[in-house]
């Protein structure tokens, strides 16, 4: 089993260059910031629901037989870009209907809005926003990745970090009481 070596982030953290941002920074700016505005801003049920419509989503898109023929007839195999874009633009989409249909269900109108102890928004949300960008790190080209620094790969992009970010949204909504 591979082990994460921690003198990473401190290369990592150093190698940031504000009037020059990378990508890497963008990705930690993003991440901590959407953490606190989103997590407080809807709520543990919320976000619960979230995750699930991501879940499905995120299946719809990955199993989907008729993607890769859509993709190969209308974009180009030049155009990687846009690949990525429609790619993350339609398990945007999927998951925005998902999540106008379950906001209407009582999976959302069964109980209160904000239930939940107030340390468990935190970890949902650092949960929730890690599987996102996992998922948008999904879809860009392998040779894309490689512009990131290796512990935004390792964390994100690897399959060891995809796995932990698929799951462990999960094995929270199974520990953490309501």
């Avoid at 809807?42 to 993607?67: E, K, Q």
């Avoid at 030049?78 to 993350?88: E, H, L, S, T, Y």
């Avoid at 929730?128 to 879809?139: D, K, M, N, R, T």
């Amino acid at each position: 089993m591979p082990s994460f070596d921690f003198s990473k982030i401190g290369e990592f953290l150093n190698s940031f260059d504000l009037s020059h941002p990378s990508w890497d920074l963008l990705i930690l700016i993003f991440f901590v910031v959407a953490v606190f505005i989103y997590g407080f801003a809807l709520g543990r049920n919320r976000i619960v629901a979230t995750l699930i419509a991501v879940y499905m989503a995120l299946a719809v898109v990955n199993t989907a037989p008729f993607l890769d023929g859509i993709i190969n007839k209308v974009l180009s195999i030049d155009k990687m870009g846009q690949v990525f874009a429609f790619k993350f633009g339609l398990f945007l989409l999927v998951f925005a209907i998902l999540f106008f249909l379950f906001s209407r269900s009582a999976l959302i109108l069964g109980g209160d809005e904000r239930a939940g102890s107030w340390w468990q928004v935190p970890i949902f949300s650092i949960l929730h926003i890690g599987l996102l960008l996992s998922i948008a790190l999904s879809f860009l080209p392998a040779d894309s990745l490689l512009q990131l620094a290796p512990i935004t790969r390792e964390i994100f992009a690897s399959d060891i970090g995809r796995f932990v970010w698929i799951t462990a949204p999960i094995g929270a909504m199974v520990i953490l009481p309501e």
